[in-house]
């Protein structure tokens, strides 16, 4: 069955990096765009960032453009997000999600558990 | 922020029908989805391009989307309804993702 598994998340310094990861099984991941959503405490969900599959594209929201950078290995099943000058508005529950078809963006029919990222001094 | 706007709750009595708004200048041009999510799950796809269910998806679920406004229709709400339900689209013209903020489905 689909898996998806984030991991990376921590607590870290406003300024600071963290590259979350997400590991991808059950699924030809190579054929499938990618995305990562993003949770912050009492909000709503946020959209970060989706990579194509063949990694030739990467669009961002407006929030972290210029700071996120999304990547991937196909060869390794893994999904990326690169994360620089962090602050407080970035703690969230960060998510990958795969989209129901993998020449699509959206919809997701499957998500991670999520990994938490705090930023905070 | 959430461009998509939605109710932020709503409250049905078991046996009626919840119709759940998205509102955005001309939606109606775009597909839109819908994800209810209970409590500690993962979302789950209701209603996706507007109009179709995924497989396992009740047909008490449907959708529609027009002019400036979609909207979830879930007929004879019962009680395992109750959760929280947003839409979602891809906006080809900003190149994002854009997320609702969510209606909370309440089931008296």
């Known amino acids: 069955q689909v898996q998806l598994v984030e991991s990376g998340g921590g607590v870290v310094q406003p300024g600071g990096s963290l590259r979350l990861s997400c590991a991808a099984s059950?699924?030809?991941?190579?054929?499938?765009?990618m995305n990562w959503v993003r949770q912050a405490p009492g909000k709503g969900l946020e959209w970060v960032a989706f990579l194509r599959a063949d990694a030739s594209n990467a669009y961002y929201g407006d929030s972290v453009k210029g700071r996120f950078t999304i990547s991937r290995d196909n060869s390794k099943n893994s999904l990326f997000l690169q994360m620089n000058s962090l602050g407080v508005e970035d703690t969230a529950i960060y998510y990958c999600?795969?989209?129901?078809?993998?020449?699509?963006?959206?919809?997701?029919?499957?998500w991670g558990q999520g990994t938490l990222v705090t930023v905070s001094s | 922020s959430n461009l998509l706007t939605q109710p932020p709750s709503l409250s049905v009595a078991p046996g009626q029908t919840a119709r759940i708004t998205c509102e955005l200048n001309?939606?109606?041009?775009?597909?839109v989805h819908w994800y209810q999510r209970k409590p500690g799950q993962a979302p789950v796809v209701v209603v996706y391009?507007?109009?179709d269910r995924p497989s396992g998806i009740p047909e008490r679920f449907s959708g529609s989307n027009s002019g400036n406004r979609a909207t979830l229709i879930i007929s004879r709400v019962e009680a395992g309804d109750e959760a929280d339900y947003f839409c979602?689209?891809?906006?080809?013209?900003?190149?994002?993702?854009?997320f609702g903020g969510g209606t909370k489905l309440t089931v008296l």
């Open positions: 979602q689209l891809w906006d080809n013209s900003l190149d994002h993702v854009l």
């Open positions: 001309n939606i109606g041009s775009r597909s």
């Open positions: 059950g699924f030809s991941f190579r054929t499938y765009g």
């Open positions: 391009d507007d109009t």
């Open positions: 999600a795969r989209p129901i078809e993998g020449d699509r963006t959206v919809p997701f029919d499957h």
